[in-house]
């Protein structure tokens, strides 16, 4: 037996089960879900009739709870199921769910709290006031550790194929740290402007967003960072030395896969050398993309963020021989040669001069080497690729563009902005068209002979297959034929060092990237075909982090577990159903300069103001609450964030359960005549106890409002409470009281104010009780006997009561008001009832637990050896609670005792 | 016209994004959350939860006693102002 009791749930009722038993000398395991243990009492202002501190009487218990040897404190932990054994002990599975932050080393400082930048309502302050998605319970915490809220990963960083945290940089955005936004990007990949403008931007399509009036605009916010980082820093700011490894890594190809990797080889302190045939690095962001999208000196200043980490680049040196790589003293290679080649259309004329392949065309015009002045183009694709050639070669002068796709419009796979884009300029589409053979004259094209085509009937796979109509073919004049139809990888070079798939892609495994040859790795689209630079840039980070543990003699398998650390991704299902409302939030359009035939390459896309980025950033949800924008980490000076933590399950055995997971309040939404939630100065008791507390949420009692210190405050009795129409016909035993308490205490803290109680019947029934009453009546609060029928709003605030004026003949009577407070009643806390998976635990008929013998074994319920402790099983003052919980304590006690006996 | 009140979550999830106009508003001298409010343009009832949310995390703090009618002064704390 791991443990003599479990006691389930620390508010006032279970601290004070596990205090004495542990004084008695049992081993009490005290579970609490929330953060700290105190439960309800620990957030109250005072205690009546003493009007003692709630916090003065609370925290000393919290303390011995804490500290008790014979107590276990496991916060933060749900008990998911208990099983009875054969021997009368018990079975408990425990959920520890990860707080995120190692309390060995977390000292409370706040530092996360106030570096974090999520704001989410606050539930120890019942939502008056914000809390941060990493903070502490409140003030008087027991344990005083941080945590991190965590729901998962937010759709966006999860889509990420680069890894990298786009909630955490749009939440950046939103709280003006810009500089702070572009170096999280920085931690995951070294394009943060090539992407900025060119990611295809899988967040954005993931966005939770989007199912409301359209999507954060996630990527156009990465390139306002990059922008204004890249501003600030036209060099890449110092870094700390990183000690070297020793090791050496080629790179070979020096486009976005493999800059990515040697970015993230650099960092780990290995020599990294790229070989790169062109002679220029950037791959694919320098020759396929135009200037117009990605302007060259944005890439030239994301590669340097990989030279500056010490990053040779041996430009123009094509490199194929992989053994003679490793005679050289690299201890790792990494192929990142991506799709150089394009494909042939195996048409008639395509080897004749002014027959090209698009990736040809760019490079050529990027080397400067090619002028359209007047000329006629035909474009032969539906890809990306083709729209960039054809909205380039409109660039160039081209007198008619056309692209020409054999399938429509509809199935055409270059993005929909991007086809618009041609089309405003001046670029001539041909859908269900293809050519079937190029004309020439003297080896130089003249002709085009093209075909109409039309769509098959859908095959199995549901697709269309475009066939030719006969009799359709047409010639017309082109200066320029440049085909768009596919890219390949050139990896023949490689001989048959490599295994390679009939695609001419290389195998690897697909976790770690490693070849066929161990030492070799490979990755982006010479393993993928042609894919998008976030993925390319992912999988550079990926072979970065299999290449370093290879290159350190760890075991590769197994471990992705630790490259891919991420929380589940949250459902979009569950982040809207988090709010009641949506304000409508337009997305911020997409800004272009587009005209006919332009003639530079000058950017299109215009960048977001300031004012712009910080309002789209605004428009986002704290999917995952926690954004993963690692302030946390940068501030926390014990380093105790550890973003990595996964949740634990625990079984243990114990002899008995005490169950004290106390009760819940009355919802006082569940009255709408009182207006709670649509009118701010309606409150209930918990928020006006809060108000009164030391540890308020704001400066004094004020009214949500407006922040006015009210000067005529009505309760409300009965609340949800001794009212059939919302199901609950008991009294909750304390809102007499506890409103008496409140009044008292608002004469003392705002000695000018009424306080007005209306009520249906005074129940002071305890010791002092009656007394307190009446010292409530003597310090001037007034009672008014009537119960509310409806509340009203007025437009500055004050709140119309109509009720029932019972001492005045029982007439309709109305009263304004400038806060109101609504003494809501109890429910039961459903949590505990399906906890015992082979037994029933009875309940009453209003949901309580049932204490199956009441008058003579307080607090025993029906499962032998389960016993209920403080207002579980009904509602109760803290007295009482108390001596309920001592009552359950001794039968716990008694129960281990009893079971002993029987072994 | 009648107000209508957004969703507490998504007010308060604002906080960052209003933080410095409040701070700016602050630094012409302390201002009662309803003279914030019309500064900034926005309903009363958000500014509190933004205001006090700020206090809380210690950025502007209240100063002296409140206006004849009933309203706390704030100022930008000196954390708020660094």
């Known amino acids: 037996m791991n443990y003599d009791i479990l006691v389930i749930g620390s508010g006032i009722g279970g601290m004070e089960a596990a205090l004495k038993l542990g004084d008695m000398g049992y081993r009490v395991l005290l579970v609490e879900k929330e953060p700290s243990i105190g439960g309800k009492m620990i957030l109250l202002s005072k205690v009546f009739p003493t009007l003692d501190c709630a916090s003065c009487i ?147 399509q993931e966005c939770t967003r989007a199912g409301l009036e359209g999507p954060v605009a996630i990527r156009q916010i990465k390139r306002f960072v990059a922008d204004y980082y890249y501003g600030a820093h ?36 290995h020599a990294v050398e790229v070989f790169e045939a062109a002679p220029l690095p950037g791959g694919m962001l320098r020759y396929a993309i135009p200037a117009y999208r990605i302007p060259r000196e944005v890439l030239d200043r994301d590669i340097k963020n990989v030279t500056t980490l010490g990053v040779k680049i041996n430009q123009g ?140 009937e859908p095959a199995a796979d549901g697709r269309r297959i475009p066939v030719s109509v006969v009799g359709t073919e047409r010639k017309r004049p082109a200066d320029l034929v440049v085909i768009a139809v596919g890219l ?215 009214r949500p409002s407006d922040g006015k210190i009210p000067n005529n405050i009505a309760y409300v009795l009965c609340t949800g409470s001794r009212d059939a129409t919302v199901g609950n016909p008991l009294c909750s035993r304390v809102c007499c009281m506890y409103s008496l308490k409140q009044a008292q205490l608002l004469t003392g803290v705002l000695p000018l104010a009424d306080v007005t109680v209306y009520y249906i019947d005074i129940r002071a029934f305890g010791k002092g009780y009656e007394e307190f009453y009446e010292q409530a009546k003597g310090m001037g609060v007034y009672f008014v006997k009537g119960r509310i029928s409806w509340i009203e709003e007025k437009e500055d605030g004050n709140l119309l009561l109509t009720y029932e004026d019972i001492e005045n003949g029982g007439k309709l009577s109305r009263a304004e008001h400038d806060l109101v407070v609504l003494s809501v009643g109890f429910l039961p806390a459903p949590e505990v009832r399906g906890l ?34 403080g207002s579980v099983s009904g509602a109760r003052d803290i007295p009482d609670s108390i001596l309920h919980a001592g009552a359950a304590a001794a039968q716990a006690a008694a129960y281990v005792e009893r079971i002993r006996g029987k072994k | 016209m009648k107000k209508v009140s957004r969703d507490r979550r998504e007010v308060i999830r604002e906080e960052m994004l209003r933080r410095e106009k409040i701070l700016a508003a602050l630094r012409e001298g302390p201002r009662t959350v309803p003279e914030v409010a019309a500064a900034l343009g926005f309903p009363a009832g958000e500014v509190m939860f933004w205001m006090m949310g700020m206090r809380k995390y210690g950025h502007l703090e209240e100063t002296g006693e409140p206006t004849e009618e009933g309203y706390y002064r704030y100022q930008a704390s000196v954390k708020g102002e660094s």
Not at chain 1, 341 to 348: A, I, P, S, T, Y
Not at chain 1, 414 to 431: L, S, T
Not at chain 1, 848 to 860: A, F, H, L, Q, S
């Open chain 1, 58 to 204: 609370s925290t000393p218990k919290m303390a011995a709870a804490a500290h008790h040897p014979n107590v276990q404190v496991m916060v933060y932990t749900e008990v998911k199921e208990i099983k009875k054994n054969g021997s009368g002990t018990f079975q408990a599975r425990l959920r520890k769910k990860p707080t995120f932050v190692d309390p060995a080393l977390c000292t409370g400082c706040q530092q996360c709290e106030t570096a974090c930048t999520v704001a989410v309502p606050d539930q120890f302050n019942f939502g008056l006031v914000a809390r941060r998605a990493a903070y502490i319970a409140f003030p008087q915490a027991v344990p005083k550790k941080a945590v991190i809220e965590r729901a998962g990963t937010s759709p966006c960083s999860f889509a990420c194929p680069a890894g990298i945290r786009a909630h955490g940089y749009v939440s950046l955005v939103r709280s003006g740290k810009y500089e702070e936004a572009c170096r999280l990007i920085l931690e995951s990949a070294p394009f943060p402007g090539s992407l900025g403008r060119a990611c295809y931007a899988r967040c954005e």
């Open chain 1, 317 to 456: 040196k094509r490199v194929t021989d992989l053994a003679g790589l490793k005679d050289k003293g690299f201890d790792a290679v990494f192929i990142a040669t991506g799709t150089p080649r394009g494909r042939k259309m195996k048409v008639e004329g395509e080897d004749l001069a002014g027959v090209v392949n698009a990736l040809d065309f760019l490079r050529d015009v990027n080397a400067g080497r090619v002028s359209l002045q007047g000329k006629t183009v035909l474009v032969v694709g539906g890809g990306n690729v083709a729209i960039d050639a054809a909205r380039t070669a409109m660039r160039l002068g081209a007198a008619r563009v056309t692209v020409q796709y054999r399938r429509s419009r509809a199935q055409m796979p270059a993005h929909d902005w991007e086809i618009e884009a041609a089309g405003r300029e001046g670029v001539v589409f041909e859908y269900l068209a293809a050519p079937v053979r190029f004309l020439g004259e003297n080896g130089k094209l003249a002709e085009v002979e093209s075909v109409q085509m039309e769509l098959s």
């Open chain 1, 234 to 269: 036209p060099e890449p700011e110092d870094a700390p030395p990183i000690a070297p490894s020793g090791k050496k890594v080629a790179v070979i190809g020096a486009g976005p896969a493999g800059l990515s990797a040697a970015f993230h080889l650099a960092k780990k302190g």
């Open chain 1, 836 to 869: 015992f998976s082979a037994e029933e635990l009875a309940v009453d008929e209003f949901g309580y637990i049932r204490e199956v013998e009441e008058d003579v074994n307080p607090g025993k319920t029906s499962i032998a050896g389960v016993f209920a402790a």
């Open chain 1, 488 to 702: 390949e990888p050139e990896t023949e070079y490689f001989g048959d060092q490599l295994a390679v798939n009939a695609d001419k892609t290389i195998q690897v495994n697909p976790a770690t990237l490693q070849t066929s040859i161990p030492f070799v790795f490979a990755g982006g689209d010479v393993v993928t075909g042609p894919s998008s630079i976030a993925r390319a840039v992912g999988h550079g980070r990926r072979a970065a982090f299999f290449i370093d543990r290879y290159l350190r003699g760890e075991d590769l398998a197994g471990a992705e577990v630790e490259f891919d650390c991420r929380l589940p991704v949250v459902s979009k299902e569950e982040v809207l159903k988090r709010q009641e409302s949506y304000r409508d939030l337009p997305p911020v359009s997409k800004k272009e300069i587009l005209r006919e035939k332009p003639g530079d390459f000058t950017e299109v896309e215009l960048p977001l103001t300031e004012e712009e980025a910080r309002s789209s950033a605004g428009r986002c949800l704290d999917c995952g609450v926690c954004a993963e924008c690692r302030q946390c980490v940068a501030t926390c000076p014990a380093g105790a964030i550890n973003l990595a933590a996964k949740e634990a399950e625990k079984e243990v055995e114990v002899g008995s359960v005490i169950i004290s997971t106390g009760l819940r309040l009355f919802p006082a939404g569940g009255k709408p005549q009182y207006g709670y939630g649509r009118f701010k100065n309606v409150l209930d008791a918990m928020q006006m106890d809060r108000l009164l507390a030391p540890t308020r949420p704001y400066n004094t009692v004020l």
